[in-house]
């Protein structure tokens, strides 16, 4: 019985370090700081994290990665026509994109459908998407990189491919915040540029 109890008083000592270490990411500690916008979720990374490059698909089937991305601002979401609140953020993050340059901004929403494009490309026509750019992922090698376990997921990487924020959330990608946050990040890196 002795031996049950400081099991069980080690366990809960330990459980608290030992679940801070899951955290895939430094910054993906719960936050304490009061949420007045679905934005103020977006957890902004105090140092840059390196994400290799994994490969994924375009529509037409060919593999892209992050690096052919570098000098811009890229914003990965990834989302499942299963997913109700992925699919209500994809007009919004539509929206956002057509906010910025494209020589500064890359918008890369990615499918973690299991038929990929066969199954996506009807359900984006059925909502007046048609013309909406996704790419796919459907074996979720990308989940090498990123914690793909919670969608909608949305990573966003600086111009030099290094992950600096992340919300594995529903973001109104509408509100003016979300706007200003990404406008802040162009800004900074290109400040880092020059």
Not at 23 to 36: D, K, S, W
Not at 40 to 49: A, E, F, H, K
Not at 89 to 117: M, Q
Not at 153 to 174: C, E, H, K, P, Y
């Amino acid at each position: 019985m002795k031996y049950s109890l400081a099991a069980i008083v080690l366990l809960s000592c330990l459980l608290p370090a030992l679940m801070g270490k899951a955290n895939a990411y430094p910054g993906m500690q719960q936050t304490t700081q009061p949420i007045t916008s679905t934005v103020d979720l977006i957890n902004v990374l105090p140092q840059t994290y390196p994400i290799e490059p994994i490969p994924f698909n375009d529509v037409d089937g060919k593999a892209i990665d992050f690096s052919q991305y570098k000098g811009k601002v890229v914003m990965v979401n990834f989302w499942a026509t299963w997913c109700p609140p992925c699919v209500r953020e994809l007009p919004a993050i539509e929206r956002l994109a057509t906010k910025f340059k494209a020589e500064e901004f890359a918008l890369l929403p990615v499918s973690i459908d299991a038929d990929g494009k066969q199954q996506v490309q009807p359900f984006l026509t059925s909502l007046g998407m048609g013309n909406f750019n996704s790419y796919y992922d459907p074996t979720q090698k990308l989940g090498q990189v990123f914690p793909l376990d919670t969608i909608p997921a949305t990573f966003i990487l600086d111009q030099n491919g290094q992950l600096i924020a992340f919300v594995r959330s529903f973001v109104d990608w509408d509100d003016a915040k979300a706007v200003s946050l990404i406008q802040g990040f162009i800004d900074k890196g290109a400040q880092k540029l020059d």
